[in-house]
């Protein structure tokens, strides 16, 4: 079992930035790939970034390449989104998740979500 608390959301004007946080519990955290969604009201929930347990390796949405960096701390169980250059559009309920291949994640196909953290952007 795994469980994952979000924080770090908040307001933040366009241009700004904010780092998300992801803590989970469980004494495999390591072996787990894990993953950023976000969902905005009326639309569906959509892939942001993911990493994965093995190598490190990161994937991103095109919607966030070049300004949100996913990283890992394994000893510390926790993963971060680092979101800069913020834009209105950015605006949603970020979730983590967590499962046991990169490409499970990527596509949502996993058990293990958090409760979200609220990020609004304001133009």
């Known amino acids: 079992q795994v469980q994952l608390v979000e924080s770090g959301g908040g307001l933040v004007q366009a241009g700004g930035s904010l780092r998300l946080s992801c803590a989970a519990s469980?004494?495999?955290?390591?072996?787990?790939?894990m993953g950023w969604f976000r969902q905005a009201p009326g639309k569906e929930r959509e892939f942001v970034a993911a990493?994965?347990?093995?190598?490190?390796?990161?994937y991103y949405a095109d919607s966030v390449k070049g300004r949100f960096t996913i990283s890992r701390d394994n000893a510390k169980n926790t993963v971060y989104l680092q979101m800069n250059s913020l834009k209105p559009e950015d605006t949603a309920v970020y979730y983590c998740?967590?499962?046991?291949?990169?490409?499970?994640?990527?596509?949502?196909?996993?058990?293990?979500w958090g409760q979200g953290t609220q990020v609004t952007v304001s133009s």
């Open positions: 990493i994965s347990w093995s190598d490190g390796s990161t």
């Open positions: 998740n967590a499962g046991s291949i990169a490409p499970r994640v990527v596509a949502g196909l996993t058990d293990y």
């Open positions: 469980g004494r495999t955290f390591s072996r787990y790939a």
